[in-house]
């Protein structure tokens, strides 16, 4: 186990999330400690109600833990109070949902811009431009949501989450609402951002297809971190996955 509060672009210890009391009590995660490396795109799958989607919302600082600890970077989010909370994810992590979460009134590029500009942060222009090419997007720029396809909403999230040059970015089922060329090509340009632009993912995803894009797959089960695959192929995920019962 790495050190995550110095090596880690963010990490879990000891981390447990308990809803409910005595006989309804739920452990959606249970002592887990996990870390996601710097520049490296990871995958979290399980069965339903594994716990994966609590674990990102806990890392991301969308829910809290009811112990343990969260790191981004070396900042532990127990520390932080909710302006500090708020400041934190939005200067240092992005995220990517599957309904995309475009604002319609908006061009493609005030989206991508949006939470900057919330910030009252200066885009760096040199580096919004690449994210822009990367997306193939500067055809699109002017246009709002209802103009564009599904897969051209979703490259326009994806840039609105690598704009800021994030810490971190969690994607939640990114490829969820996509046919399977444009989602394979979402995934391109996800796995592009990570060997070209330097960023690091993490993706909850329950497609075996979409996993084999990482470098990385963590597998959970009744809250529990219980398996994890490096440079992981599709059919190995899909063998992992039936052992665990999904």
């Known amino acids: 186990m790495t050190d995550v509060s110095t090596v880690a672009a963010a990490g879990a210890i000891n981390a447990s999330k308990i809803y409910g009391k005595d006989d309804s009590e739920v452990r959606a995660l249970d002592d887990v400690t996990v870390d996601f490396a710097l520049g490296q795109f990871t995958a979290i799958m399980g069965p339903s109600g594994s716990g994966k989607s609590t674990l990102m919302h806990c890392l991301a600082g969308l829910d809290a833990l009811t112990s343990g600890r969260v790191l981004i970077g070396d900042t532990d989010l127990a520390q932080l109070d909710d302006k500090q909370l708020t400041s934190l994810r939005r200067e240092k992590v ?65 840039a ?19 046919d399977s060329k444009t989602g394979a090509e ?49 059919e190995l ?9 999904s």
């Open 186 to 234: 979402i995934l391109a340009f996800m796995k592009h951002a990570v060997t070209d632009l330097h960023q690091t993912i993490v993706m909850v995803t329950h497609d075996p297809v979409a996993a084999a894009y990482a470098d990385r797959v963590i597998f959970l089960a009744d809250g529990k971190v219980v398996d994890e695959v490096d440079n992981p192929t599709s």
């Open 160 to 178: 609105r989450a690598l704009a800021s040059r994030p810490q971190i970015i969690f994607a939640d089922e990114p490829t969820g609402n996509l």
């Open 94 to 158: 992005g995220f990517i949902f599957q309904a995309y979460n475009l604002i319609p009134t908006l061009s493609a590029l005030e989206n991508i811009t949006l939470p900057m500009d919330l910030g009252g942060i200066k885009p760096d222009q040199e580096w919004l431009d690449t994210v822009i090419d990367k997306m193939n997007l500067r055809n699109r720029l002017s246009h709002r949501p209802s103009e564009l396809s599904g897969g051209q909403q979703q490259r326009v999230a994806v």
């Open 237 to 245: 995920v899909l063998d992992r996955m039936k052992r665990l019962g």
